[in-house]
């Protein structure tokens, strides 16, 4: 599966789990349920990925975690907020640029409708 068929799934299953539960939850029990979600289509999932910074030829754990990480390929930050701020999305670029990645989604769980939810972001 290449990473636009892959980016299709993402999209496709979250707006499935924002149906099914709605705005109002933390973003963690959003996470789980995307994870599930994907999982079932035969995605590979790994969530709170640990995100080393690399300062001085040295692998420093600074705490950073990526919250999904799907088929090695695509990353995926979700949150819970009223609105996106421009420190979101600086995060995740800083996370893509790190890990290089080049594609990731910014999903907000706190929105009516989860196509108003979705941010697409590219390196």
């Known amino acids: 599966m290449n990473s636009e068929e892959v980016a299709r799934n993402i999209v496709d299953a979250a707006i499935k789990v924002h149906r099914a539960l709605g705005p109002g939850l933390l973003e963690s029990a959003y996470q789980r349920c995307l994870a599930y979600e994907l999982r079932k289509r035969g995605l590979h999932v790994r969530c709170e990925v640990v995100l080393p910074i690399i300062y001085d030829g040295q692998h420093i ?50 929105v009516r409708l989860m196509k108003d939810g979705i941010k697409r972001m590219v390196l």
Do not use: S
């Not at 990480?69 to 421009?86: H, Q, T």
């Not at 800083?94 to 907000?108: A, D, E, V």
């Open 61 to 110: 754990d600074a705490g950073y975690r990526i919250d999904m990480l799907v088929e090695d390929c695509i990353i995926v930050e979700n949150k819970a907020v009223e609105r996106m701020l421009p420190v979101h999305e600086a995060q995740l670029l800083t996370y893509m640029k790190l890990r290089h990645i080049r594609l990731g989604f910014l999903l907000n769980w706190n």
